[in-house]
């Protein structure tokens, strides 16, 4: 039998951890068989998981036996490249995980079991931070998680007394959502992951995401991210069907599909149009540093881009740390033409990181590529290359008239932004098929706001925050 079983119904997918002799004690087998599940669980069929122990036990932490062997070095490597690699993951899942805690969840298993997004307990389940028993701290997250999920003060206490927390006490301290019989806990939880998986995915997902970015983010920064996650869940077939079910007084019937992808390389505007007269006055001289980095970017790319092109042209597929290089460089440049340009105001930072400039792109990571598109590559991308090299021109007329604006006014005509922002668009689509970040041809199409895709009587505010998807 394999040290972890994995078993889909429906769309909902059972880790089982199956080292049932040692109440499943993680070794390097077990580490291994999780990360694959995890992997597995990945599938956009699987809309919710399941994580539970064999036998009697949940899971209790580094297998002390497998530990003593190996000598006590380098613990932190070992933390680093098998705990968190798997917490890491799910957290990661765009979907929700529960723990189906069916006997002593202790040390590490008791920080995998809090790192699932919602837990179920057997009567015989026992929460054990065994760490400080043997005269170490809780890792794999645990002080975070439990800081997280009953605050510091009973965290402490809990942590530093290593108290075994019975099922019925871990339920009054809100750290499970319910107490089962033994026997009754597989059926139960599959029901709840049932239910998780028929509701609409990623409106779940993003939930998940959104109250982990909470811990770390300011309000004002909070509410910025969920008007922008919400901008893009209005565009999911589960949200009209959402909409339409309640109208129409019937059951949702949620798919869990994304939104129809249009174009790996997406331009997203949270721009208010509002301008700063002085750093527009300034602008030409302002954004020089930026045109310099750009240009060191710009030559370290080329040989880059050549290694990047032989792997692909031997693997069938860029090799993904080149690759998300380069989509960084794609990024970097919208954000400095953006400035440059007008459609955007604040000074954009040197890295190229998503989501820190209000002209960003959403990149899809990098897939497989049809060899022949990445031999051909320069030929192909000549067309859109001219195009964009026209609607360039037309872009620094179009911003030398809207400095004369901008200065004057303090705001950007929002016709003149959006004509720039299709500029951005078909630009950073342009390099990221040059530089192998995608292998989809760069899109003539230009999709309307969001707003008025979804909700066409909806009044357009010339000042309110826009998020203008553009796609094929
Ligand atoms: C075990 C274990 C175990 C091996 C029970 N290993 N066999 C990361 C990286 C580097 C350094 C160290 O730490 C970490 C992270 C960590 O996870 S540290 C924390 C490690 N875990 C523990 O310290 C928990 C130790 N286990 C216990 O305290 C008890 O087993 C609990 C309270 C969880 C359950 O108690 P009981 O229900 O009474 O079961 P038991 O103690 O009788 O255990 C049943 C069997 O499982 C027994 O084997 P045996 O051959 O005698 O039947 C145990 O030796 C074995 N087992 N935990 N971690």
């Excluded at 909409?243 to 869990?256: I, N, P, Q, Y």
């Excluded at 992808?261 to 949270?270: A, D, F, I, K, S």
């Amino acid at each position: 039998m394999a040290d972890v079983e994995v078993d889909r119904r429906g769309a909902v997918l059972t880790i089982t951890l199956n080292r049932p002799e040692v109440l499943n004690a993680l070794n390097a087998s077990l580490h291994a068989g999780l990360a694959a599940a995890l992997e597995q669980a990945r599938d956009p069929a699987v809309r919710a998981v399941v994580i539970t122990g064999a036998g009697r036990g949940f899971c209790v932490g580094q297998d002390l036996q497998e530990f003593r062997g190996s000598g006590a070095r380098d613990v932190a490597d070992r933390l680093r490249t098998t705990y968190h690699p798997n917490v890491l993951a799910i957290r990661a899942l765009e979907k929700p995980v529960i723990a189906a805690i069916n006997g002593p969840a202790a040390g590490a298993g008791l920080s995998l079991a809090l790192a699932c997004d919602a837990r179920i307990a057997a009567e015989s389940a026992k929460l054990v931070p065994a760490f400080v028993d043997i005269g170490l701290v809780p890792d794999s997250g645990g002080t975070w998680l439990v800081r997280r999920l009953v605050g510091a003060a009973r965290g402490f206490e809990w942590l530093s007394t290593g108290r075994r927390l019975e099922a019925g006490e871990a339920l009054s301290w809100g750290l499970v959502s319910e107490v089962v019989s033994d026997e009754e806990l597989p059926a139960r939880a599959q029901e709840v992951a049932e239910l998780f998986a028929a509701m609409p995915t990623r409106a779940v997902w993003e939930t998940k995401r959104l109250l982990d970015a909470a811990e770390t983010t300011t309000f004002e920064g909070q509410l910025e991210l969920e008007a922008r996650t919400q901008a893009q869940l209005v565009r999911t077939p589960d949200f009209r069907e959402g909409v339409a079910a309640f109208l129409e007084k019937r059951d949702a019937h949620f798919s869990g599909r994304p939104e129809p992808r249009t174009h790996p390389v997406q331009l997203v505007v949270n721009d208010d149009l509002k301008r700063w007269r002085l750093t527009v006055a300034l602008r030409m001289v302002l954004v020089l540093p930026h045109l310099l980095v750009l240009a060191g970017w710009g030559v370290v790319a080329l040989p880059v881009t050549v290694v990047n092109w032989a792997i692909a042209l031997v693997r069938g597929r860029p090799a993904d740390g080149l690759t998300a290089w380069s989509a960084r460089l794609v990024r970097y440049q919208t954000h400095v033409y953006a400035y440059y340009d007008l459609a955007a105001d604040p000074y954009p930072g040197f890295r190229g990181w998503a989501g820190t400039y209000p002209v960003d792109v959403d990149i899809e990571p990098a897939g497989p590529q049809a060899r022949w598109k990445t031999l051909l590559r320069v030929v192909l991308v000549l067309p859109a290359y001219v195009f964009w090299y026209v609607l360039n021109q037309v872009v620094s007329i179009v911003a030398f008239l809207g400095w004369f604006y901008a200065v004057v006014m303090g705001r950007y005509p929002r016709g003149f932004r959006d004509f720039t922002t299709y500029y951005l668009r078909f630009q950073a689509q342009t390099w990221a098929y040059l530089l192998l970040v995608t292998d989809r041809y760069p899109s003539l199409a230009h999709n309307p706001p969001v707003s008025s895709q979804v909700a066409p009587s909806a009044p357009a505010s010339d000042s309110g925050t826009s998020t203008t998807p553009t796609s094929e």
